[in-house]
């Protein structure tokens, strides 16, 4: 059975960091992702990486602040966030895509993480 347990999340002041954990069990894929949402907003790809070649994606909102890596004996992924501002306050979800996909469509992913709320204060 698949499970993606996040972990990590919390309250921080503007310009500080937090790091996300995302950590997988029941088997390996291809795609990892971050996204996130804010109530009554769509979700918004974050970032991800292609388990292969490592080959890094990151959306433009957080490009140069957020860094997502992954270890791969532990089978778990990581989303360092500096910088924060609040309007990366969020609900941030890890996601796990078993094909080739586009990595910044949230239907592309087959299996999510049940979310962990970022909360950054001004």
């Known amino acids: 059975q698949v499970h993606l347990v996040e972990s990590g999340g919390g309250l921080v002041q503007a310009g500080g960091s937090l790091r996300l954990s995302c950590a997988a069990s029941?088997?390996?894929?291809?795609?990892y992702g971050w996204f996130r949402q804010v109530p009554g907003k769509e979700r918004e790809f974050v970032a991800a990486?292609?388990?292969?070649?490592?080959?890094?994606y990151y959306g433009d909102s957080v490009k140069g602040r957020f860094t997502i890596s992954r270890d791969d004996a532990k089978n778990t992924v990581y989303l360092q966030m500096d910088n924060l501002k609040p309007e990366d306050t969020a609900v941030y979800s890890c996601?796990?895509?078993?094909?080739?996909?586009?990595?910044?469509?949230?239907?592309?992913?087959?299996?999510w993480g049940q979310g962990t709320q970022v909360t950054v204060s001004s």
């Open positions: 996601a796990a895509a078993l094909g080739v996909i586009v990595v910044r469509l949230e239907h592309s992913y087959d299996y």
């Open positions: 029941g088997r390996t894929f291809s795609y």
């Open positions: 990486i292609a388990w292969s070649n490592g080959w890094l």
